[in-house]
């Protein structure tokens, strides 16, 4: 599977932009990248999932580079209720692994009044 | 449109007991999928399933087996409990298990704790 490497730690302010990095550089072509939070307490949420184009919907933005080796997740507007664990995964489009989500430690998004 | 549950929120067990923790899927949903989330760690895949058979499986023991019903509802049933298996587990759903391109959607998990 390919690896993803993340920050672990991010801080944004109330209202900013909050751009959370992702590297993926062993992703092969057909592979997924998705994007999920995990607030306290809860199960981890799907935020969006993007191939080769940006995509865009009513949560985020997901911004993948040209070679797909590396990918940013930008909240437009954090809001406190933003703060939590991000996780940047790739997903495999076939094998014997495509159908689970391989976690990593994510980055852990702060967002200060 | 409800999505995914899971039962219960939180249980207590003894270590060598057995336990069954149920999921019903998002409405639509045919595939089922479960994961152990260790304190502090990310989710860990056990298992994936499919028309009612085990399609995929992670690195855990046989102590770990599971069902899906016709009605695309599934359990996870852990055996010979240890310490270890204290978790937060967690069930997701998704439509068509072939591909990668649906994701996952994830019920609030239960919360084992083993004593």
């Known amino acids: 599977d390919a690896k993803t490497t993340q920050p672990p730690s991010m801080d944004c302010a109330e209202g900013r932009a909050a751009n959370l990095p992702c590297n993926h550089s062993?992703?092969?072509?057909?592979?997924?990248v998705y994007w999920y939070r995990q607030i306290h307490s809860q199960g981890p949420q799907y935020i969006i999932h993007?191939?080769?184009n940006n995509e865009t919907n009513e949560m985020a933005s997901l911004i993948i580079t040209e070679d797909r080796k590396s990918s940013t997740l930008i909240l437009p507007h954090a809001t406190l209720r933003d703060t939590a664990v991000y996780y940047c995964?790739?997903?495999?489009?076939?094998?014997?692994?495509?159908?689970?989500?391989?976690f990593g430690q994510g980055t852990i998004l702060t967002v200060h009044p | 449109d409800a999505g995914v549950t899971q039962s219960p929120t939180h249980l207590i067990k003894t270590r060598g007991q057995q336990v069954t923790l149920r999921c019903s899927p998002k409405?639509?949903?045919?595939?089922v999928s479960w994961y152990q989330q260790a304190l502090g760690q990310g989710p860990q895949f056990i298992f994936q399933?499919?028309?009612?058979?085990?399609?995929q499986r992670g690195n855990f023991p046989d102590r770990f087996s599971g069902h899906q019903f016709p009605n695309y509802s599934s359990e996870l049933n852990v055996n010979a409990l240890l310490l270890g298996d204290s978790a937060l587990y967690l069930c997701?759903?998704?439509?068509?298990?072939?591909?990668?391109?649906?994701?996952?959607?994830f019920g609030d998990g239960t919360r084992l704790s083993i004593l």
């Open positions: 997701a759903s998704s439509l068509a298990r072939g591909s990668s391109n649906q994701p996952q959607h």
């Open positions: 062993t992703i092969s072509g057909n592979e997924y």
């Open positions: 993007g191939l080769k």
């Open positions: 995964i790739v997903r495999p489009a076939g094998g014997t692994s495509y159908g689970k989500l391989t």
């Open positions: 409405s639509g949903h045919d595939t």
């Open positions: 399933y499919y028309e009612e058979e085990e399609r």
